[in-house]
Structures are given as structure tokens and as C-alpha cells.
């Protein structure tokens, strides 16, 4: 189902889907995706932003378990992996104030466990994602989830390329001499 907003006409896509469809339309994004581009899994009351580049759909379920499925799917890809970001009010949010945020936390902890992730303040986290909305695509799916600052954000990031790699490519471009003509092309 389809839902038309003041977003939508601003130029950002809001979608209410099954829990189906959104595994469906991840599947499909997914491909097309890579380093730079962000999948965020969102608590109820994330909104919907008007920035083009700023998809977001609705998930009906409950969080934990749209987070282990993008999981599931990023690394099923082989060409992305994640940069994992929460933010850093989660760990300040008491109990007394979001019944269920102790049991959350944990359960994120283990679903995150082996990756490395960035604990920045929410601001922040956002201020990045608006940064890559405005040349790179961002998929946000809204989940059931009702407690304060338990999205989770995935920055794609190349799975067969990596930061030392980049180092040396860059190195060895720094010390060869410059060509005038473009590659292929012969001095005659």
C-alpha cells in the first residue's frame, strides 16, 4: 500500500508494507547499493524525512529481528558490509522511563557482536545520514520498536575493498609520475 505525504511530495518515499514486502524491497535495493550508500532500522517514531535521496518504509514487526535480517542480507551480498552506528543516549535511557530497554540493549549487543560499532549522539548519526542523502541513497525501515534512541544505522561500505588496500593504491599513485595523455593513448 501506497501512502501519500507531505514527505513524499517534498521528494522522499514512505511506504507502509508487510513484513514481506519490506524484505522484498531490501532484497531488491540491495544490489544496487554500495559503499556510501545507508540502510537504518528505525523505532516507531523516526520521521520521515524530505531529503530525495531518503527512502523509508514500514516494517510491522519488531525490531530485533529486522536488524538480524539486514544483517542477514548485507553479508549475504558479498559486496557490502556494514559500519555500524547506535546512539549513544541508548545507554542513558533508564528503564523506569522505556520498560523493555534493558532487554533490548542486550539483545542488541549479541546481534551486533563482531562488528564494530560507532557510539555517537544521535544528532550526529543524523547530521552523517543527511550528508549521504543528498548524493547517495538512504533506506530507512520503520519498525514497531517504542523506546527512544534504539535505531540502528548501517553505512555500506565495500566488502572486497579495504582501508589498507586504499593506502597502498593511493601510495603508489602518489609516486608515479604524472601523464599527460589519458590511458591507452600513444605520444607520436
Known amino acids: 500500500m501506497?501512502?501519500?505525504?507531505?514527505?513524499?511530495?517534498?521528494?522522499a518515499s514512505l511506504r507502509t508494507s508487510s513484513l514481506l514486502d519490506w524484505e522484498h524491497?531490501?532484497?531488491?535495493?540491495?544490489?544496487?547499493?554500495g559503499h556510501r550508500n545507508w540502510l537504518v532500522v528505525a523505532d516507531s517514531a523516526y520521521p520521515a524525512q524530505s531529503r530525495d535521496g531518503i527512502e523509508t518504509i514500514v516494517a510491522r514487526a519488531e525490531q530485533t529481528v529486522v536488524v538480524k535480517?539486514?544483517?542477514?542480507?548485507i553479508r549475504a551480498s558479498g559486496h557490502v558490509k556494514p559500519i555500524v552506528y547506535t546512539d549513544q543516549e541508548l545507554k542513558f535511557v533508564p528503564e523506569q522511563d522505556a520498560p523493555g530497554i534493558s532487554a533490548y540493549r542486550e539483545r542488541l549487543a549479541s546481534l551486533l557482536d563482531g562488528f564494530e560499532v560507532s557510539v555517537l549522539p544521535h544528532e550526529e548519526i543524523i547530521a552523517k545520514l543527511d550528508r549521504a542523502g543528498q548524493t547517495f541513497r538512504v533506506?530507512?525501515?520503520k519498525t514497531n520498536m517504542k523506546i527512544p534512541y534504539s535505531s540502528v544505522f548501517f553505512e555500506l561500505d565495500c566488502a572486497y575493498w579495504n582501508a589498507d588496500a586504499e593506502g597502498?593504491?593511493?601510495l603508489a599513485r602518489k609516486h608515479e609520475p604524472r601523464k599527460t595523455s589519458g590511458v591507452g593513448s600513444r605520444r607520436r
Do not use: T
Open 139 to 141: 533506506l530507512v525501515v
Open 2 to 11: 501506497v501512502m501519500k505525504s507531505a514527505a513524499e511530495d517534498a521528494g
Open 168 to 170: 597502498r593504491l593511493r
Open 25 to 33: 524491497i531490501l532484497h531488491e535495493r540491495l544490489p544496487h547499493y
Open 69 to 73: 535480517k539486514v544483517l542477514g542480507m
